[in-house]
């Protein structure tokens, strides 16, 4: 059974992008990926700070005069998030009438979809799309504050309210970059036969931070306003992705029900954690067909979830110490030497010599049920440069804080999300290159 609901994505630093923008620096992209970590990370161990702005959202946008000396303040608690530019993946999809094809970020760990708007009142960062402009969609529209759409935002963001008339939402993530704009709906178009009429969105009046030129994001994770809750009688909240291998390569992003049997490994998350996150349950990592000695209780008391967004996966310290010195010992083995740590990767190694670096141990996540999960050698390594490479893991500081599945491990693997049933899957999918 063929899904018609299918985006290609992009590594928006690849060919394949339509506009791509330069490939940050290793040290960047490791530096932006631990800010993510620990952003996610804060949403368990601490409640949310709050912004605080009384920046002027508006300007001479539709449906609202030019209120130049009116500034609106607004105390908005802040949603831990990704500095987004470690995430790379991109979509494009269609808003407003006539349709404006926007590049999103798609992002399993965020709640909103969102995008920069113009008259961008406070700010705009550069974007390589033109801005949205609503005052040229004729199906554009704010949200009144007192809609039972602006109290949705309260799992996400308390709802603000600009001249006690419209809906604002303010989201801030871990590095400090933030969006604060309307909360508005306008036609969204996904294909050419799924198009959503009123679609709740974040119309972003003041924008800052590492968001990698893209137009901004579409929201993959639960949530009562996320993408999927509001296309749920479509795709019955339904996706799967495989992403790129490589910045040259593509992959795709597919919504609704397919036939492929999966494996089901998701849980619901533990108490006092934000149900966005979509959990996993890992039992064991094989290292080479051995079976490393970790106690159970360290996966039970760290918890674990898969996140599209963030690079490399993170494990409990005691997990990732007997990963680290079993694969040390096999390299070895392999004639590999040692190579000193690359910011958080620490278990790195000399290629120099060896023409195949696919030689290496091969690696395996067991989840319960007995469900086993194959990695692919871009899964186990990260290629520094011509000459290194690095175990693609690092270890949390916290044994409290959970496991993080990450992108890295995820290529070339479809991954498949049916959140009503609360089900996650990976399959090796021939299409996933």
Known sequence: KKRASTLEVVDRHGPCAQTPVSLPSLAKILANDQLRVKSIQAQVVKPSDSINTNKELVGKSQNHPNKSKDKQQSELPTQSGAPLKSGNYIVTIGLGTPKRNLSLQFDTGSPLTW???????????????????????????NISCKSTQCSQLANITRAGCYLNVTCIYGLRYGDSSY??????????????????????????????????????????????????????????????????????????LAFGKNNNN?????????????????????TAISVGGTQLRINETVFKTAGAIIDSGTVITRLPPAAYK???????????????????????????????????????????????????????????IYVINSSVVCL????????????????TQQRKLEVVYDVAEGRLGFSHNPHCL
């Open 322 to 380: 007997a990963t680290s010195k079993e694969f040390k010992r096999q390299m070895k083995k392999l004639k590999y030497k040692s190579a000193p740590a690359v910011s958080i990767l620490d278990t790195c190694f000399h290629i120099s010599g060896h023409t195949n670096i696919t030689n290496i141990p091969t690696m395996s996540f067991i989840f319960k049920g007995n469900a086993t999960v194959d990695l692919y050698p871009a899964g186990i």
């Open 392 to 407: 693609a893991f690092a270890g949390n500081s916290d044994p409290q804080d959970f496991a993080i599945f990450g992108n």
């Open 262 to 282: 999966n494996n089901k490994t998701t849980k619901d998350g533990p108490p006092g954690v934000p149900p966005i996150f979509y959990f996993i349950e890992i």
């Open 115 to 141: 995008t920069q708007c113009r008259p961008c009142a406070g700010h705009c960062y550069k974007q390589k799309d033109p801005i949205f402009n609503p005052s040229t969609s004729t199906t554009y529209s």
């Open 179 to 252: 969006t604060i704009g309307f909360f508005s709906r306008d036609k969204l178009t996904v294909t050419p036969t799924d198009v959503f009429r009123d679609f709740l969105f974040g119309c972003g009046q003041n924008n800052e931070g590492l968001f990698g030129q893209t137009a901004g994001l579409l929201g993959l994770s639960k949530g009562p306003i996320s993408f999927l809750s509001q296309t749920a009688k479509k795709y019955s909240q339904y996706f799967s992705y495989c992403l790129p291998s490589d910045i040259s390569s593509t992959g795709f």
